[in-house]
């Protein structure tokens, strides 16, 4: 059974930092690629970032480029968010998930539905 586990979350202030995780188990986890989506209330899940299973490609949201950078340790079997330069509107639950497929393949890695497992989530609030 696959089981991702998001940590991290919190409260920060406005152009403040923080680091999500997101640590996998039960399937080999250095094969698939990774994403991040977030969601709040008003909005459905949103693309944030995504990762290739070796870590070499990186993709990532208008939004967010320049500001938030993801990666990966496969030998512990987790995913990072690296955020930085926090603003009030990345107030949401960020998710990862496993895309079981290479995210050059269609459809769009952006698309949420295209990732197979998902973590229960963690909440990041951006005070201003």
């Known amino acids: 059974q696959v089981q991702l586990v998001e940590s991290g979350g919190g409260l920060v202030q406005a152009g403040g930092s923080l680091r999500l995780s997101c640590s996998l188990s039960?399937?080999?986890?250095?094969?698939?690629?990774m994403g991040w989506f977030r969601q709040t209330p008003e909005k459905d899940r949103e693309f944030v970032a995504a990762?290739?299973?070796?870590?070499?490609?990186?993709y990532y949201a208008e939004s967010v480029k320049g500001r938030f950078t993801t990666s990966r340790d496969n030998a512990k079997n987790t995913v990072y968010l690296q955020m930085n330069s926090l603003k009030s509107e990345d107030t949401a639950d960020y998710y990862c998930?496993?895309?079981?497929?290479?995210?050059?393949?269609?459809?769009?890695?952006?698309?949420?539905?295209?990732?197979?497992?998902w973590g229960q989530g963690t909440q990041v609030t951006v005070s201003s």
């Open positions: 998930a496993v895309r079981l497929t290479s995210l050059e393949s269609p459809p769009p890695y952006s698309e949420y539905q295209t990732y197979s497992y």
């Open positions: 039960g399937r080999a986890f250095e094969r698939y690629a």
């Open positions: 990762i290739s299973w070796n870590g070499r490609r990186q």
